[in-house]
């Protein structure tokens, strides 16, 4: 069975300061993607950032970064220049190639210090 | 455009009794899945429909069900509640195309409480 594991239930940082998420994964698959997805108190799961499997580049989006590890079956999310309205709680995520069902983390909840 | 529309975003049920939850897509989305969200339990995959057929399934009793319209608008019911079912019920929806990697927009959700 795929598990998804985020070992940080919390994490916080100094507003402007880079921090890093840790997600691991679980799967015999070769070919799945992976996601990143905020959720903010107002509860609406917002895409992040997405990785497919098949791609050895590392995937960003303006301030977010991840570092894909697929031998370690790992899959991080950095977040450079904390801003005040990146606290929330991110999940990880991983749907294989076969379907479109989303396995979730435990999520990682994401102070900013002003 | 319009967003994932997701009502009631709140609902107060006894326990016996059966709740129906709706989920209007994006339009143009035609797969909708749906997604129970728990302090406990995390995030659990409900099920997922396209084209008004049930696709995937996760592991959740008979007691929960769902359908989809041929508007692609998506309902789920939940009948003899539990208080366990207390929970954010989330629904997504995203354009389908093959096997290519398509981007799932989530509404707010419905947050139910059973009492």
């Known amino acids: 069975a795929q598990t998804v594991t985020q070992s940080q239930p919390e994490m916080s940082v100094q507003e402007a300061e880079t921090v890093t998420l840790s997600c691991t994964y679980d799967?015999?698959?070769?070919?799945?993607?992976l996601f990143w997805y905020k959720q903010p108190p107002s509860r609406q799961m917002i895409l992040v950032i997405r990785?497919?499997?098949?791609k050895q580049q590392n995937a960003t989006e303006n301030r977010f970064s991840v570092n894909f590890q697929k031998a370690a079956k790992s899959f991080s999310l950095k977040i450079s220049d904390s801003q005040l309205g990146d606290a929330a709680m991110y999940f990880c995520a991983y749907r294989p190639d076969s379907n479109y069902q989303l396995i979730w983390g435990a999520g990682t909840k994401l102070i900013i210090k002003p | 455009k319009a967003g994932v529309t997701q009502t009631p975003r709140y609902l107060i049920k006894t326990r016996g009794q059966q709740v129906t939850l709706s989920c209007s897509p994006i339009?143009?989305?035609?797969?909708v899945s749906w997604y129970q969200q728990t302090p406990g339990q995390g995030l659990q995959f409900l099920f997922e429909y396209f084209s008004e057929t049930q696709r995937n399934k996760g592991n959740f009793p008979g007691r929960f069900s769902g359908r989809q319209f041929s508007n692609s608008r998506s309902e789920m019911n939940v009948s003899t509640l539990e208080l366990g079912d207390s929970a954010l019920y989330l629904c997504?929806?995203?354009?389908?195309?093959?096997?290519?990697?398509?981007?799932?927009?989530f509404g707010q959700g419905t947050r139910l409480t059973v009492v």
């Open positions: 339009s143009g989305h035609r797969s």
């Open positions: 799967t015999s698959e070769s070919d799945y993607y």
């Open positions: 997504a929806s995203r354009v389908v195309s093959g096997g290519r990697i398509t981007e799932a927009f």
């Open positions: 990785q497919e499997a098949y």
